[in-house]
């Protein structure tokens, strides 16, 4: 086992030792990114950010259909999750660093004043007759998914032991993104950094 899987194996557990228990994983894990981001002022370099929030913000992928179903009903629940993590640290550094989304609470989280399915409808309905709420909540949902690959690369060089290769980037820096993206995919195209398939064997 690497020194990396190492790091990430114990980046898993919480205080108490048991990787069994969502809840107390869910709370510590929350609170632990709160801390950081804070400090950070929400603001987070690539090279810097430490592994276990690397592990902690990253969304699992199932290794089968089964198992993906599996996580996706979980991500779905109400009952407190590490797999909710991911989600709410970039909602919440969304909110913080750009202002104009924060009418987009009520499309990311229930409503507990309601029930969910009287929550999913208002949802839908808004998207279908709110022009700007659709394209906010669309813009939103694409740069969630550009910050999981963001990650994925930072976590693919240190497991390959290329960090040293590693482009510098503010994590959070949404309009940044395509920038960033198209960066690592000509350091790809030109060797700056070999292929993960090749490093990886």
């Given at each position: 086992m690497?020194t990396?899987?190492?790091?990430i194996?114990a980046?898993?557990?919480s205080?108490?030792g048991n990787p069994?228990?969502d ?14 981001f804070?400090s950070?002022?929400y ?15 990253m ?5 089968d259909e089964a198992e993906?179903?599996?996580l996706e009903?979980?991500?779905?629940s109400d009952e ?6 991911p989600?709410e640290i ?6 913080e660093?750009y202002?104009?989304v ?6 990311l989280s ?5 029930g969910p399915e009287d929550?999913?409808a ?7 007759g ?19 690959a963001?990650l ?15 482009r510098?980037?503010d ?9 960033v993206?198209a960066q ?18």
């Amino acid at each position: 086992m690497s020194t990396f899987q190492e790091r990430i194996l114990a980046a898993s557990v919480s205080p108490s030792g048991n990787p069994g228990n969502d809840s107390e994983q869910y709370r510590y894990r929350a609170t632990a990114s709160e801390e950081y981001f804070e400090s950070c002022n929400y603001r987070v370099w690539s090279t810097e950010l430490p592994d276990r929030f690397l592990v902690w913000w990253m969304r699992p992928v199932g290794r089968d259909e089964a198992e993906q179903r599996s996580l996706e009903r979980e991500l779905r629940s109400d009952e407190e999750s590490p797999l909710h993590i991911p989600l709410e640290i970039f909602m919440t550094a969304y909110y913080e660093r750009y202002e104009r989304v924060k009418g987009l609470a009520s499309f990311l989280s229930d409503d507990r004043a309601v029930g969910p399915e009287d929550a999913a409808a208002a949802v839908e309905a808004q998207l279908a007759g709110d022009a700007d709420y659709r394209a906010q909540a669309f813009a939103f949902i694409e740069g969630f998914y550009k910050f999981q690959a963001l990650l994925s690369y930072v976590f693919t060089l240190r497991m390959i032991d290329a960090a040293d290769e590693l482009r510098r980037f503010d994590l959070f820096d949404v309009e940044a993104y395509d920038e960033v993206l198209a960066q690592v995919n000509r350091d790809l195209a030109d060797g700056t950094i070999p292929s993960f398939e090749a490093r990886i064997v």
